[in-house]
């Protein structure tokens, strides 16, 4: 038999400090790489699809094999038809209290018809089946059609406002993207956009969320949206290498650090790439409007074509040149690419470059190799704590 005594609670001494909340598992993926296109029936009919035939698997374990394979297209002009979906993810799935019931819930933003830039064809429909297959698993669902960034950011706010240990929460946007961010309803044509929703926005709704013990997926169907996952992976990695805890992560980090370089030099080339084809296609295009008129005498339209042939023998040449300098690059990296491979037990990397202009699927490989070595090195200095 007790005494009353001993039912009594422990004093906590001064010292002692609340358990903290552990953080949560955050995802963050984007429908194409960094240098690419996203297009209208492509990711989210073929996530939903992957929804509806493995009704068994989860959200997390789909969207991972979502960033598998290629989607789009390569008969599209200058190889620019194919895009490939990147991830980065840490933390841990955490379950709730037990005097709490886990929440689950997902806002949806569509942006389609878009006030200064061209309107797009499916958003809105592609997000209600996307939202259609999250109420199947018992999420309630929050849609939101052509917003501007203000409104954006106050809807996905409010996703995280109230959340709690073992919430599992979405967060979607389909419409169109740039490399600094979401392109709210009004915004401008690049160089000079006026409504973004920055990916470092983007970066600090996954961590507020999973800082309060949620798990979060932030899911971007738009061009270039692979740069919002670079920016989480970049953040873990300067996060890794600040609280290295032995030998093994310090390696990790090293490592880490060799493959964001050679991640820059890929992207250094696509961006050099597209300004010096650009420089042509826009000569090519100035020519031609200066085309001479039936009537104009013969020598003058065989000047005239000369140059535009002349031209066009020149962004071939460019374009060759520069596939070249991709199989170079990329055969030079390959050797530490197999040797990443064999220690992380991932897959082999692709040999040969098949979309030169993006290089998006070689950019996709050093983000999985990226993760594959973060997620061991995280595991690391959770299992020291």
């Known amino acids: 038999m007790h005494s009353k005594q001993s039912l009594k609670p422990k004093p906590q001494t001064p010292n002692q400090k609340p358990t903290p909340t552990p953080e949560g598992r955050g995802t963050v993926l984007g429908s194409a790489a960094d240098t690419e296109y996203a297009f ?13 035939n493995n009704p068994d698997a989860s959200l997390a374990d789909i969207l ?8 789009g297209s390569p008969a599209v002009v200058n190889d620019s038809g194919l895009h490939h979906p990147t ?41 209600a089946s996307f939202a259609a297959e999250l109420q199947v698993r018992g999420y309630d669902t929050n ?16 996703l995280i406002g109230d959340v709690k240990q073992g919430d599992d929460l979405v967060a979607y946007f389909a419409g169109h993207g740039a490399p600094e961010g979401l392109c709210g309803i009004n915004d401008d044509l690049p160089p000079n956009p006026t409504d973004l929703y920055s990916y470092g926005q983007v970066d600090s709704i996954v961590s507020a969320a999973t800082r309060k013990g949620a798990n979060i997926r932030f899911v971007m169907d ?29 390696v990790a980090s090293i490592a ?26 826009n000569a ?3 020519h031609t409007n200066q085309a001479p008129l039936a009537e104009a005498p013969e020598q003058h339209f065989d000047a005239w074509a000369a140059v535009d042939e002349g031209l066009r023998a020149v962004r071939t040449m460019l374009v060759a040149a520069y596939d070249q300098r991709a199989e170079e690059l990329w055969g030079g990296m390959l050797t530490s690419m197999r040797a990443l491979a064999l220690v ?22 050093v983000d999985q190799l990226s993760n594959a070595i973060l997620s061991a090195g995280e595991t690391m200095q959770r299992s020291a704590s």
């Open 40 to 52: 209208d029936n492509s990711f989210t009919p073929a996530l939903v699809s992957a929804l509806q």
């Open 64 to 71: 991972e094999d979502m960033t598998e394979s290629s989607l």
């Open 87 to 127: 991830i980065v993810s840490y933390g841990e799935q955490q379950a709730s209290k037990k005097s709490d019931t886990a929440n689950k819930s997902a806002v949806l933003v569509a942006n389609q018809n878009y006030v200064n830039i061209e309107p797009l064809g499916t958003p809105i429909s592609e997000t």
């Open 143 to 158: 849609i939101r059609n052509d917003l501007g960034s203000a409104d954006m950011g106050a809807a996905y706010n409010g």
């Open 222 to 250: 738009s061009c270039h949206s692979g740069t919002g996952a670079q920016l989480t992976r970049e953040e873990r990695i300067n996060q890794l290498s600040a609280d290295s805890i032995n030998l093994l992560t310090d």
């Open 256 to 281: 880490l650090r060799g493959l964001q370089d050679a991640r820059q030099q890929i992207m250094d080339l696509c961006h050099e790439r597209e300004t010096a084809v650009d420089l042509i296609d």
């Open 284 to 286: 090519v295009v100035q």
């Open 344 to 365: 992380t037990w991932s897959d082999w990397p692709p040999s040969t470059v098949t979309d030169h202009r993006t290089m998006g699927a070689q950019l996709t490989y």
